[in-house]
């Protein structure tokens, strides 16, 4: 689609956070989320009414041509992933102001993040299965997906788990990368150490981050933690795999090789690593792995001195045996790992670290012995002693101490499973008259309290309700009604409230009243407490209501908003019976009227003999755009109050509205027949004006061709059915009449006009 106009990256964003953008074939309807790369909007798809996820690119991702068509040609390839574990793509394109989109499914049932595994372990392996075949399918095609993570894993009406957001994912097949080179990108949480490093990654690197979310089921939080993201890249590069506690440790070895350090450590793909999850959950054990590179790095240099590259190559291979000799048999290039490997069943949770590089290291500088050596027999262990920063001999005090932290963090909902709603809700259960706890909830509460409070004064309702849905629950749980905070916002929302309700009475505003008592009522604000304004007796107007004039049958076509005029219009197009008044007292002679169908005719016409029967309350036509003009400044000086005819882009919103948009098919008109109906005949508008679909076109203020000419708009008797469409406009010379147009005026509405009604 051709651009509107171009902007630069940080005009469109500032685009982007004002206003929805505005999608061929959707109407968007609010911003349901926004991540690093990308906005997504609630939309409906109106050909088939259905609603859509919307994911609008951030202009400062894809910045020139390129990287955008290489994202299209990503985003289409990723369109074409047919598996009931993915979520499809709908559509791919560009806004008029060159934004990329895509148009997903909408979800509404939640990610995997906002769900709770940690007692469900049969549910876990279900979600798992799933993901692994949906990536099985994407890696055979040469897609890695490259952001696997719980907040991508969404759930259909049916409850099953879906792989949504390739967006960043990357065909195998194509080396040229939308990122640019040594860029990561992905989710610090879930990332391989491969992909931290910005190296090129395969889908050994979705696998990891399978690994990671497996965890993340099992204990209900992720297995590394840091502040910044660097320091969270490194502890997945360096820091060895969690241990897992007693009653999980069976699944030990799974996160092990699926979390791996090095790619060539882990399941080669997707289907060995589900074969080892259905081991899982048919109870059989999962071997632990040795890391052959290591094995081999020790043996080769303790006996570098006394044999040849070959025979040293020969040792690995007969240490390797020795050390699987009680092991079944496993399959070509599995690959295995001492460091990663699972504790004994006699080790502590917590092992200590074991330095095993130093290890070989000084292995490398020994006297060669006379026999093979106990493997690792000079490996030592050294235990760390961390102080930790609460009584663990009082109860709820390690949940108050994390609290304290989160809350420093400004982890206050988030994430799941490492957040201070989550540690005071527990350290309540445990100990309900801990002095600190009141205190740590009115912080979180302050918090929120001024959210809200901001957000209701600025006007983002949503921001607001969010905000409330997410606290309130809190209070009634942790009993903090009482408290400072929550008392202050309660005191404060009726003021503010009230404010906006009495801005939309004096603007006459009905919509932004209507929005205020909805956010009274999702706030919970009682609506006493907001009289008078909630039921003053002021009939707010509405697009539609007649208008109290003297001159004309008038109708109220656009209400007032703040500092914008309203319009009035006329309900029908004036008669001829109306213009004989107005010709009788100025005495203006009839113009030139004309069949513009067929421009040369013997036959004379004129507003009053247009040749057809009139009556009074027809439209009187064979009059010129001069003509309409003068009428209009006459009815002004009679009333005092200023018409004039309207402009195209005030009149094409007037036609809007009931029937098909075909006078003529609508079966009120009789398009093509000689002559034209009463004015008030015909389908209607949906504000109530007739004839703007049929019986006769109208004059328009606007010009063409250095306003020699005027443009006339809607359809008249002589337009076939074909052409009865109420948007077209043409242009004729302002000084003719024709025997098919006709006109209606408007005037300007101001806001203290109808207060005063």
């Known amino acids: 689609m051709q651009q509107e106009e171009e902007l630069s990256p940080e005009e469109l964003t500032a685009l982007l956070s004002s206003y929805m953008p505005e999608i061929p074939g959707y109407r968007v ?5 926004k991540g690093g790369m990308s906005q997504v909007y609630l939309g409906v798809q109106e050909s088939l009414d259905r609603q859509v996820a919307v994911k609008v690119m951030s202009p400062a991702a894809l910045t020139d041509e390129i990287s955008k068509q290489r994202f299209e040609h990503e985003a289409r390839t990723i369109a074409k992933l047919e598996h009931p574990c993915i979520v499809g793509i709908h559509e791919v394109g560009r806004t008029r102001q060159g934004l990329l989109y895509y148009v997903l499914p909408y979800l509404a049932k939640g990610h995997l993040g906002q769900r709770d595994f940690t007692q469900d372990e049969d549910r876990a392996i279900e979600v798992l299965r799933s993901l692994l075949s949906a990536l099985e399918y994407a890696h055979a095609r040469g897609i890695v997906h490259r952001d696997v993570k719980a907040e991508n894993v969404l759930f259909d009406n049916a409850d099953r788990p879906l792989l949504t957001d390739f967006g960043i994912a990357l065909s195998k097949r194509d080396q040229t990368r939308i990122t640019t080179a040594g860029l990561a990108v992905g989710s610090g949480g879930y990332m391989a150490p491969e992909q931290a490093r910005g190296e090129v990654v395969d889908g050994r690197a979705d696998l990891y981050s399978v690994g ?9 939080r992720l297995p590394y933690q840091a502040s910044d993201p660097l320091a969270l890249a490194l502890m997945h590069a360096q820091d060895p795999v969690p241990r897992l506690p007693p009653e999980k440790k069976h699944w030990q070895p799974f996160l092990d090789r699926a979390m791996a350090k090095s790619p060539d450590n882990r399941y080669r793909n997707a289907q060995q690593m589900l074969g080892a999850l259905n081991q899982i959950a048919s109870g059989k054990p999962v071997e632990p792995m040795v ?5 081999g790095a ?7 001195p006394m044999v040849s590259a070959l025979a040293g190559v020969a040792l690995v291979v007969v240490a390797v045996a020795w050390l699987q000799r009680d092991r079944p048999a496993e399959p070509e290039s599995d690959f295995f790992t001492v460091q990663d490997s699972a504790p004994a069943a006699d080790a502590p949770v917590e092992p200590a670290a074991a330095p095993v590089d130093a290890a070989l290291a000084n292995a490398a500088q020994a006297p ?3 026999l093979l050596p106990v493997p690792f027999a000079q ?3 050294e235990v760390s002693v961390v102080p930790l920063d609460y009584d663990p001999t009082r109860i709820g005090a390690r949940e108050l101490a994390a609290a304290r932290r989160q809350i420093d963090r400004q982890r206050l909902s988030l994430p799941p499973g490492d957040n201070a709603m989550q540690s005071l809700r527990e350290a309540r259960a445990l100990a309900p008259r801990e ?8 912080e979180v509460v302050a918090f929120y309290a001024s959210r809200i409070g901001d957000a209701v004064v600025a006007g983002k309702d949503d921001e607001a309700r969010e905000n409330y849905e997410r606290i309130a629950p809190f209070v009634t749980e942790l009993k903090r009604e009482q408290g400072k905070p929550w008392v202050a916002l309660r005191t404060s929302l009726p003021p503010a409230l009230l404010k906006r309700l009495q801005a939309g009475l004096k603007a006459l505003d009905a919509q932004a009243v209507d929005r205020t008592k909805a956010l009274a009522t999702a706030l919970e604000v009682p609506s006493q407490s907001l009289e008078p304004a909630w039921s003053q007796a002021i009939a707010l107007p509405k697009a539609g209501e007649p208008m109290k004039d003297t001159g004309a049958a008038m109708v109220l076509a656009t209400v007032p908003r703040g500092d914008r005029a309203g319009l009035a219009a006329m309900r029908s197009e004036v008669t001829r019976s109306e213009y004989a008044a107005f010709a009788s007292g100025t005495g203006r002679p009839a113009s030139r009227c004309r069949n513009r169908l067929a421009p040369i005719t013997l036959k004379k016409r004129t507003w009053d003999n247009p040749g057809f029967n009139q009556g009074g309350n027809h439209p009187v036509v064979c009059v010129s755009y001069d003509d309409a003009r003068a009428y209009a400044q006459w009815l002004s000086r009679r009333t005092g109050t200023e018409y004039r005819l309207p402009t195209r882009g005030e009149w094409n919103p007037l036609a809007a509205g009931r029937g098909s948009g075909n006078a003529c098919s609508d079966g009120r008109i009789a398009c093509g027949s000689e002559g034209t109906v009463a004015a008030t005949q015909g389908p209607a508008s949906g504000i109530g004006l007739t004839g703007v679909r049929g019986n006769a076109r109208e004059w328009l203020s606007d010009c063409a061709r250095g306003c020699q000419r005027r443009l006339v708009a809607g359809t008249g008797w002589r337009d076939p059915p074909a052409r009865a469409n ?4 043409d242009d004729f010379d302002a000084d003719t009449g024709f025997d098919d147009i006709g006109f209606r005026l408007v005037r300007t509405v101001n806001a203290s006009e109808l207060g005063a009604r």
Not at 29 to 33: D, H, N, S, Y
Not at 298 to 304: D, E, G, I, P
């Open 29 to 33: 309807l609010r911003r349901i989320g």
């Open 212 to 220: 990671v979310l497996a965890y993340e089921l099992l204990m209900g």
């Open 291 to 295: 890391d052959m590179g290591k094995v």
């Open 298 to 304: 020790f043996f080769s240099a303790r006996w570098k």
């Open 368 to 370: 060669a012995p006379g």
């Open 379 to 381: 490996v030592t262990a």
């Open 435 to 442: 002095p600190a706890l009141p205190r740590l909830a009115d």
């Open 726 to 729: 109420a948007g077209q406009a």
